[in-house]
């Protein structure tokens, strides 16, 4: 099969419901991100008289170190590969990890070099590895470095169905009172099953109690563990009561959920929309990944095709990324051949020792070309895609509009086809690397800057509509317009999507009334930077769904 390079990731505000509690904001990036202290940890075990020594600026290869573990798995993992574990120490592990950073991170001159034997737990040696540096607006330009068990990323990069009521929570304030709302639901799953016409939960739906507990006001540590995970259960089979209020009810309603083993869909909604001046396709795609949104999102402009869109509305309000590669398909699909052929859809900046290789796989460094084909993620490989062949693209944005989902942006602007984005400022991830694991962590380091076929990759603030007032994001046309909890998603009403549709039949951006709760959410933005966006709510950080990332089929 054919050999592309790299792939994306982004993870932006993601963060358990008790840990919004303590905190106004989940700030600082994509997952935990321990400063490394001012006290340090005790010695890393391991290593003694025959184990590696430090000597500042002198860095052996990564691979004298790989894969020599405190703690030997043995066995195979969940896709039936023997673990590659050999006896080992954590001073080791500590010592693969500034190694391999040394040779791939895309700002290594700018890591200080500590010694490893200072740090007795691999993850907390990793946190500190990285930039300290910011960017024009102040915020850290690494905000994605992170790890997590190998075992999660397998079953997250596998589709493995988690434990799940099928809804995607958002904080539209995390202090009390507290204003936590569902943004949507996957189809055919606990939260959007309907008893008599109503559905569970829909778009929009304010929880006000868990279990009996006040969600808006508690302040009880036990109790907030309790919703946190009431709302995110671990099992299959869990059953929680919540009390809800929809948009535009005037009283309450109860709902008994039971988790069930939901694998999320990467396209949640495809709809055609009539008007006097043609069709227009709309999708809402959630993320670039697992494997399965290569086939999902083939189908879903598949389905556009067969009914003469005329153009296409993209929802990526909540894609936070994903595979480069399936991101690289979807732009395919929007531009076709006449426009991408022979084009890059992403090229790729690696560290200033790289040179024209590529420092994670020793390969010439290639850029990423528009794909035409399916590539074997789950399309056949070499299957044709279907092209819509359009001149303009709608794209719908929020700061959880991130990495793969701003490559989308950024590739088809550097082949001239014109993106009108529509709502807030994208999160501002230039950035990805490759998942690497060792010793059953697997680490995320920024390995390279993505850019398009003009070299343009400087968005490191977002991109944001003309008449935002962002002053630091890349200013591409469109129209600023807040997220609408009111209405549901594909509705033409819905602020975002009507927006979309009044700059394509008349050029300029509208300026209705706010719905009652943009009006709220728009005074609780002027109160402060730290809830200026919707938060999302997750149990934790699901790697897959919101990263940029670089991995093709094996």
């Not at 860095?59 to 573990?69: E, G, I, L, T």
């Not at 703690?71 to 592990?93: C, H, K, Q, W």
């Not at 594909?490 to 975002?496: F, I, L, N, R, Y």
């Amino acid at each position: 099969m054919k050999n592309y390079s790299p792939v994306r990731k982004s993870v932006q505000g993601i963060c358990g419901f008790s840990m919004l509690l303590m905190a106004t904001a989940c700030g600082g990036g994509d997952g935990p991100s321990p400063s490394g202290g001012s006290s340090a940890p005790p010695p890393a075990s391991g290593g003694g008289a025959t184990g590696p020594t430090w000597t500042a600026g002198n860095y052996p290869p990564a691979s004298q170190f790989k894969n020599r573990c405190e703690t030997v798995r043995t066995g195979v993992d969940i896709e039936g590969n023997p673990y590659p574990d050999m006896a080992g120490s954590t001073l080791e592990e500590n010592f693969y990890l500034r190694s391999w950073t040394h040779e791939t991170y895309l700002w290594n001159d700018e890591v200080v070099d500590r010694n490893p034997a200072d740090y007795n737990d691999p993850v907390q040696y990793f946190s500190v590895l990285k930039t300290t540096a910011t960017t024009a607006s102040g915020k850290d330009k690494d905000q994605f470095h992170f790890s997590q068990p190998t075992e999660d990323y397998l079953r997250e990069r596998n589709s493995a169905p988690q434990a799940s009521y099928g809804a995607q929570f958002v904080a539209l304030s995390v202090t009390p009172p507290r204003d936590i709302r569902v943004a949507y639901t996957d189809p055919n799953t606990p939260a959007s099953e309907e008893i008599m016409g109503q559905p569970n939960l829909q778009r929009g739906s304010k929880i006000l109690e868990i279990d009996g507990i006040d969600v808006i006001n508690t302040n009880d540590q036990a109790e907030i563990d309790h919703l946190n995970n009431a709302l995110f259960p671990s099992a299959a089979g869990e059953m929680h009561s919540f009390v809800v209020t929809d948009p535009g009810a005037a009283g309450t309603r109860s709902v008994i959920l039971t988790a069930e083993h939901v694998a999320s869909k990467a396209v949640n909604l495809v709809d055609v929309i009539d008007t006097p001046t043609g069709k227009v396709g709309y999708a809402h795609i959630t993320t670039f990944s697992p494997f399965a949104s290569e086939q999902e999102i083939s189908e879903a402009i598949d389905t556009l095709s067969a009914a003469n869109v005329s153009d296409l509305v993209l929802d990526l309000r909540y894609n936070g990324g994903g595979l480069v590669a399936v991101a690289a398909q979807l732009g395919y699909m929007v531009a076709g051949d006449a426009q991408s052929l022979g084009k890059t859809f992403e090229g790729f900046r690696f560290n200033d020792d790289a040179g024209n290789l590529n420092p994670v796989t020793g390969e010439v460094n290639s850029p990423l070309p528009f794909i035409n084909t399916g590539i074997g993620f789950s399309l056949p490989d070499g299957v044709p895609l279907t092209s819509l062949d359009l001149s303009r693209v709608y794209i719908l944005s929020t700061d959880n509009t991130c990495s793969a989902s701003e490559a989308i942006i950024n590739g088809l602007r550097g082949i001239d086809v014109e993106v009108i984005l529509i709502g807030e400022t994208t999160c501002g991830k230039p950035y990805g690397f490759y998942p690497e694991s060792n010793c059953g962590e697997t680490y995320y380091s920024i390995q390279f800057q993505g850019v398009n076929h003009k070299g343009f990759g400087d968005y490191a603030d977002g991109f944001t509509p003309t008449n935002s007032t962002n002053a630091y994001g890349v200013k591409i046309p469109g129209c600023a317009i807040s997220d609408d909890l009111d209405h549901a998603l594909g509705d033409p009403s819905e602020a975002m999507l009507a927006a979309a549709l009044h700059f394509r039949s008349t050029g300029a951006c509208p300026t209705p009334p706010m719905s009652p709760l943009a009006l709220n959410f728009a005074a609780r933005s002027a109160g402060g930077a730290a809830e200026a966006s919707p938060i999302p709510l997750m149990s934790g950080m699901n790697v897959m769904q919101r990263n940029r990332d670089m991995r093709m089929p094996n």
